[in-house]
């Protein structure tokens, strides 16, 4: 089975950048579909983006659009989450999912699943 590990998660200000990483090892990432989702304190998880496992098919939540942007290389091995404009109520932990059936849009879906990174966002 694949497992993941997500990283770049940190304290940013209002309106920056960051860019989470998803990195895989144990199966190669091209027999998976990806996926991102939060979690911030108090709050249910909720899907964020995901791609298919060629990448020619991407989604995402219809809050985000435009400011979040999800990509992958396979031959890295991992899946990036360029976030961008940041908002305080972008603070949240961020988990990659993984499925080489479906592609993991839903929040609690029996996908394989990272440890999470944390996202702050200050004001």
């Known amino acids: 089975q694949v497992q993941l590990v997500e990283s770049g998660g940190g304290l940013v200000q209002a309106g920056g950048s960051l860019r989470l990483s998803c990195a895989a090892s144990g199966r190669r990432l091209s027999s998976y579909a990806m996926g991102w989702f939060r979690q911030a304190p108090g709050k249910e998880r909720e899907f964020v983006a995901a791609?298919?496992?060629?990448?020619?098919?991407?989604h995402y939540a219809d809050s985000l659009k435009g400011r979040f942007t999800i990509s992958r290389d396979d031959a890295e091995n991992t899946v990036y989450l360029q976030m961008n404009s940041l908002e305080q109520e972008d603070t949240a932990v961020y988990y990659c999912a993984a499925d080489p059936g479906v592609v993991p849009t839903r929040p609690y879906g029996n996908f394989y699943w990272g440890q999470g990174t944390q996202v702050t966002v200050s004001s």
């Open positions: 791609i298919s496992w060629s990448g020619g098919s991407r």
